[in-house]
């Protein structure tokens, strides 16, 4: 009886809203694509100049006729879903084309834009030194949008659903967060993203990085995308306080964007009594010391540049930013191993970070806490399962765990191909959880000749990484354009 009473109030996505809010998305991605177009005019470099204004017209026109096509108000939570997944399927397919103009083939273009645009900063590149300015900025500009600007003003067409905006921004911060309208959630956090990327680049610069190198970094720092400018990296700079500056920014970047209005509201006390924040702070300690316990070379013994370079790797897994100063595949097998446990766990929720976030990790820690609490227990006494002080719902237990399985289920099935492909076990699942929770450092398996079949399982994991698995399996999900629609 349950089942049939589901089914009967089960709805399939109505295409004139997904027509509708995917040609306003559209409209968006064309005004964005401006900036690269006006980057590549800038420097001289005509042919991804009018290339951009190929794409920009075609969005423009494509999304201006699709805007105007009538559609409900509302709008379903399967229906924000799939926006949102689309979000990050089509912007790469639309920005392949100027990227193209480096002289790079479509396959690998494709696979640069879908890393820049789920914010992973993972490479199939041999070299970018040799690229032109325009091809540098667009990689950091998608970084930047995905990060925040392609998912806020996604999620400010999803306006008259509650639940939808919950799921979409997943914003714990507080009660009052999580009722404000879409509209306005999303404009203070996209107010916050700017400033922050403002800051950041008055930082990096000051700090010594050259202007051009100062935007980039700070536009794939502040997105914890990780594109950056220098085929060495952010080891590109001999100033190790430029180097730190970019981690900084990138751990500026794996906080909830929702706790940055509350630490101004409650002048700061909120940043320290916020638990995701220790914990992202504790773990990248940890970590840190972690690796200069056991990174190779070990003949070097300690050193303040050991102690450096492994914050700087701990914390850019941590925050899964994919900055490096160092080569993963040369610091040895538990190093590795250190970095992907830190990959998987990742940053906060609400943040541009990835991983199954850090506040899943700690209800989980908390539902393994109360279970053993049980066993100490009377059989009838009751415990609530409480989370910064709130009951946590069994909902929410559940829907943590939903994602955690589907993020280790993804990470195996992906792992799978490269094992039979012969690809050594470690260093393909380095790579492997580095795409899934789109942090993009490598240990070398991701290069210009891995086999096309797997640079698409790459891309599937980023895309997959970036929408939380969710919002990809509801768009692939048969019921979702199958059954019968609402009308209005």
């Known amino acids: 009886m349950a089942d049939a009473a589901s089914e009967t109030l089960t709805y399939a996505v109505r295409l004139a809203v997904i027509a509708k809010r995917s040609g306003q998305l559209a409209l968006m991605v064309a005004g964005l694509t401006a900036f690269p177009a006006l980057v590549a005019l800038a420097c001289g470099e005509t042919d991804p100049a009018w290339r951009y204004a190929v794409v920009t017209i075609a969005l423009a026109l494509g999304g201006a006729w699709l805007a105007r096509r009538p559609a409900p108000g ?3 939570v399967n ?5 949102s997944a689309l979000a990050f399927v089509l912007t790469p ?3 392949t084309y100027p990227l193209m103009a480096a002289g790079i083939g479509f396959t690998d273009a494709l696979f640069e834009c ?3 645009i789920t914010t992973t900063g993972l490479s199939v590149l041999g070299s970018i030194d040799d690229k032109p300015m325009s091809f540098l900025f667009e990689r950091a500009w998608l970084n930047w949008m995905g990060g925040l600007g392609i998912v806020v003003l996604s999620i400010a067409l999803l306006a008259g659903s509650d639940l939808a905006e919950r799921r979409l921004l997943e914003s714990p911060v507080s009660p009052e967060t999580l009722d404000t309208s879409t509209r306005v ?3 203070r956090s996209l107010v916050v993203y700017s400033l922050l990327t403002v800051l950041a680049v008055l930082v990096l610069w000051i700090c010594g990085w ?5 935007v980039l970094l700070a536009l794939a720092g502040i997105s914890t995308g990780g594109f950056a400018p220098h085929d060495a990296n952010i080891a590109a700079s001999p100033l190790w306080s430029a180097r730190l500056a970019v981690i900084g920014i990138a751990v500026l970047g794996a906080i909830s964007l929702p706790l940055y209005r509350l630490a101004w509201r409650t002048r700061g006390r909120a940043l320290v009594a916020d638990p995701e924040l220790r914990l992202l702070v504790l773990a990248g300690v940890v970590v840190s010391v972690l690796l200069m316990l056991v990174m190779e070379p070990m003949s070097g013994g300690w050193s303040p540049q050991r102690a450096a370079d492994a914050a700087v790797m701990a914390i850019s897994a941590q925050t899964t930013s994919g900055f490096s100063t160092l080569r993963p595949e040369l610091m040895g097998s538990a190093s590795q191993l250190a970095m992907i446990g830190a990959m998987a766990v990742g940053g906060s929720v609400g943040s541009t970070a990835g991983g199954i976030k850090l506040l899943r990790a700690l209800l989980l820690l908390r539902v393994a806490q109360l279970i053993l609490r049980r066993t100490a227990m009377p059989s009838r006494a009751i ?3 409480r989370l910064r002080g709130q009951p946590v719902s069994s909902e929410n237990v559940a829907g943590a765990l939903f994602v955690v399985v589907l993020f280790f289920v993804t990470v195996f099935l992906s792992w799978l191909p490269f094992l039979i492909l012969g690809h050594a076990p470690l260093p393909a699942l380095f790579d492997v959880v580095s795409a899934v929770s789109t942090t993009g450092l490598s240990s070398g398996v991701a290069r210009p000749e891995l086999q096309p079949l797997l640079k698409g399982v790459l891309c599937i994991d980023m895309v997959m ?5 969710v919002a990809l399996l509801v768009m692939l999900y048969p019921t979702t354009w199958i059954g019968r629609r609402r009308s209005t």
């Open 93 to 95: 397919l639309a920005m």
């Open 465 to 469: 990484g970036r929408v939380e698995f």
């Open 74 to 76: 509302s709008i379903q």
């Open 79 to 83: 229906e924000a879903l799939v926006i």
């Open 114 to 116: 879908i890393s820049g």
């Open 185 to 187: 959630h999303a404009r």
């Open 383 to 385: 415990s609530v399962l």
């Open 210 to 214: 050259p202007v051009f190198d100062a």
